[in-house]
């Protein structure tokens, strides 16, 4: 299969929320590039809304991070979806928080796949 995107994709584990039909759906954001995210959702079918209006909380940061995001596709899973977006708004800032934020989490893992394969 042909790679057609055009930014390095960083997998993280962030804690986020979308504005769904019975209120704030709890999500999680599997990774992010420059121009997307990839959101784990427990319930597909309460999401409401495209652009998806979404909250991401970062550990370091003391209020949530607004973004809105189209979806691009949706991919059914046993419990919920996962769904990947397209970033259409995000404060400059907070992006490059959530960036600086996954690339420290991917060099890391790099480091430590390094020392482990060095030493075996």
């Known amino acids: 299969m042909e790679e057609r ?6 997998g993280v584990l962030l804690k986020g929320e979308i504005e769904a039909k019975a209120g704030q759906l709890g999500v999680e954001i599997l990774d992010c590039s420059r121009k997307g995210l990839k959101i ?16 991401v909380y970062l550990p ?3 209020s949530p991070v607004g ?16 769904i990947g977006t397209e970033v259409e ?5 907070a992006k490059n928080e959530i960036l600086d934020f996954a690339y420290d989490l991917w060099k890391e893992t790099i480091k430590q796949d390094y020392a ?5």
């Open 5 to 10: 995107r055009r930014f390095i994709r960083f």
């Open 60 to 62: 370091e940061r003391d």
């Open 67 to 82: 973004v809105k995001a189209k979806v691009r596709w949706m991919q059914p899973k046993e419990r919920g979806c996962v």
């Open 116 to 120: 482990s394969a060095k030493f075996s």
């Open 89 to 93: 708004w995000i404060e400059p800032d």
């Open 40 to 55: 784990y959702a427990p319930q597909s079918n309460a999401l409401e809304a495209d652009p998806l209006n979404l909250r």
